[in-house]
């Protein structure tokens, strides 16, 4: 299966370690989305799409790259970490996954966990979810990852 992974990880890498324990069980390619030319997405069988969490949105850098993508078709699933958890009824992941199914992709699930956060006040204290993500978090990400490759997602 030919898999694209494109994760925006810009704090503390804390997101292209989720993106590299998905691209583990995919074995798939993990870019930025300023390397990777959307005409490759268009020639795999499944593409991923993460960053962290910045004031409860997926990183510019991502959202723009998807904005742009030209309309097409095919599998793909979101992925985000984030220092706070996310609210029920507002899942940080939403509002991509809505964009990419309006680009005619099929959104197959989400991937969420907890990671180091420094953002300014939790700096003072040296951050929040210092061990994150964890050995738990990347069997976690892994699964996942399982699921979509067994087309389960």
Request: net charge positive; with cysteine.
């Amino acid at each position: 299966m030919n898999t694209v992974i494109v994760c925006a990880s810009v704090s503390h890498g804390n997101t292209r370690r989720v993106a590299d324990a998905m691209a583990q069980v995919l074995g798939a390619k993990v870019v930025a989305p300023e390397e990777v030319d959307p005409g490759e997405l268009a020639g795999a069988d499944l593409v991923g799409f993460g960053s962290g969490v910045f004031y409860s949105r997926l990183h510019p850098r991502l959202t723009d790259f998807v904005k742009a993508l030209p309309a097409g078709r095919g599998r793909a699933f979101v992925f985000a970490t984030s220092g706070l958890p996310e609210l029920p009824r507002a899942p940080f992941t939403r509002p991509l996954a809505k964009l990419l199914e309006a680009k005619g992709f099929e959104v197959e699930g989400s991937f969420l966990c907890r990671a180091l956060d420094t953002w300014a006040p939790f700096k003072l204290v040296g951050g929040i979810n210092k061990q994150r993500p964890n050995d738990g978090d990347l069997a976690a990400a892994r699964a996942f990852a399982e699921r979509l490759r067994e087309g389960r997602g």
